[in-house]
């Protein structure tokens, strides 16, 4: 009798060595409910990975797998093979979905945890003209952004804030984020008075790692509960529409999904929650990968558990990438929720080309929307609900009266870096950053290799690319 290996070999990618993080082959392996890849390093040797720790989910992510969207424009060329050509370059499979835009490296906060190592020491910023430009190198590249996001450091503290969201508000975005620690927004209350000119089709992305005081410390290094309270506060006086975003850390503050969706729920100005798991990337500070690293299946398995409002059916893979994103969508009466994700029809999501679900067609859908209607009515944010979200999802035509603030979204999004690196993963990476160059760069190799200071690492690997010809 011949003996059974004790995993399924599932497949095979191409991943890091996570010491000397230059590429190498990695097995993709299923072990009971949980999933793995074992990576073989010439210099360092067999690494073994956990990347899910369910194995049903993860098989069930490719199949939401759809053609991806090609940039208008790409920015490089395919030399040495990915990731070391960003970008975008033409063996990228999918367009930005999401682009962010770095406008300072100031900050008001040292967070242990921050992938852009910003400080309240570090000074440079970029001039309104430079933002311009980069502005400029996205809309040539994708004729009509989706979504941008305005990040840092803390951007709120650069002096032509509002003037840079007015430059990016005279281009053809589809939806603009501010990303903020909240610290200004909770200090100065005719500040996020200002930020109602830009509405609608502009949002607040709040950063909201916990409720208590001991998680906050371990990864913002500060207590933020009043400064938090304050921020929410003030933008549901002015009814600023707001993402919470959530840095996850297992053992710190991954007991609280639940509790924060809840929280967020409290605010009428709260659109959703996004949860992150800390990509290990700039500053970590007391990362420990193996008390310390949460994947994207345990997010979905948290909010699963400690939300009773959401189903298995209604938490779903993200077709652009979906083995990086999970979403549920949601129509809110107060604190209720009715997820809609479930009644979206995969057929539908999936079709190639612009498409728009009629909610005629779909009488679960139709029932639900009509008992919510004579609710209330749309707020100042009363874009079509589905319409300007995410791209990737096929546009819902809606009751006039189900606007942008009867809409609750609740996202898994995890990062690659040197543990759970794959290329094909890589190759879908739809979240991206737009340099000073008018470069366009994944999320995820950005903060692997491109961003300053890791000039050597990217140099190593070119070295590495050219001598594996």
């Not at 208008?72 to 835009?101: K, M, N, V, W």
């Not at 311009?132 to 804030?161: C, F, N, R, W, Y």
């Not at 009515?377 to 009363?382: E, P, Q, S, V």
């Not at 546009?395 to 040197?418: H, K, M, S, T």
């Amino acid at each position: 009798m011949r003996d059974l290996r004790p995993y399924l070999f599932f497949g095979q990618t191409t991943s890091l060595c996570e010491i000397c993080l230059l590429p190498v082959p990695a097995k993709i392996l299923i072990e009971g409910n949980e999933v793995y890849y074992q990576k073989r390093c010439g210099a360092h040797g067999v690494q073994k990975t956990l990347v899910s720790t369910d194995a049903a989910y993860w098989r069930q992510q490719r199949d939401w797998l759809k053609p991806g969207d090609i940039p208008q424009a790409f920015q490089s060329r395919t030399d040495y093979g990915c990731p070391f050509d960003c970008g975008l370059c033409p063996d990228h499979e999918q367009h930005s979905c999401l682009a962010l835009i770095e406008i300072n490296e100031h900050c008001n906060l040292t967070c242990p945890v921050c992938f852009a190592d910003s400080a309240p020491h570090k000074s440079k910023q970029l001039d309104l003209a430079t933002v311009e430009k980069m502005l400029d190198a996205l809309v040539a590249s994708e004729g009509e952004p989706d979504l941008l996001q305005i990040s840092g450091g803390e951007p709120t503290l650069h002096p032509d804030i509002l003037d840079i969201i007015r430059a990016a508000k005279r281009r053809p975005i589809r939806h603009i984020m501010l990303n903020t620690n909240g610290l200004r927004i909770a200090k100065e209350p005719d500040f996020v008075a200002a930020l109602q000119e830009f509405t609608p089709g502009f949002e607040v992305y709040l950063q909201f790692d916990s409720l208590k005081r001991d998680a906050l410390m371990d990864i913002r290094g500060a207590d933020l509960r009043a400064i938090r309270a304050q921020a929410l506060d003030n933008l549901e006086r002015y009814n600023i529409a707001t993402t919470l975003v959530v840095v996850l850390k297992r053992g710190v503050n991954n007991d609280e999904i639940g509790d924060i969706i809840r929280h967020a729920l409290k605010y009428r100005c709260v659109r959703g929650v996004t949860f992150q798991p800390v990509q290990d990337a700039g500053r970590n500070d007391g990362f420990d990968a193996k008390q310390n690293r949460i994947v994207l299946s345990d997010i979905r398995r948290g909010i699963l558990t400690q939300f009773d409002q959401f189903a298995p059916d209604d938490i779903i893979p993200l077709p652009c990438n979906p083995e990086s994103i999970t979403i549920g969508y949601a129509l809110r009466d107060g604190e209720k929720l009715t997820p809609i994700t479930r009644l979206l029809p995969k057929e539908e999501i999936l079709r190639n080309g612009p498409n728009t679900i009629a909610y005629e067609k779909h009488p679960a859908l139709k029932q639900r929307l009509f008992e919510l209607m004579s609710l209330s009515t749309a707020g100042n944010n009363a874009a079509p609900a589905l319409q300007s979200l995410l791209c990737c999802l096929p546009d819902i035509e809606l009751p006039q009266a189900l606007g942008y603030d009867r809409v609750f979204r609740v996202l898994g999004i995890q990062f690659l870096d040197r543990f759970n690196f794959c290329t094909g993963q890589v190759k879908r990476s739809c979240i991206h950053f737009v340099t000073p160059e008018g470069k366009i760069i994944p999320f995820d190799t950005y903060n692997l290799f491109y961003r300053p200071g890791l000039e050597q690492r990217l140099a190593a690997g070119r070295a590495w690319a050219k001598g594996a010809r």
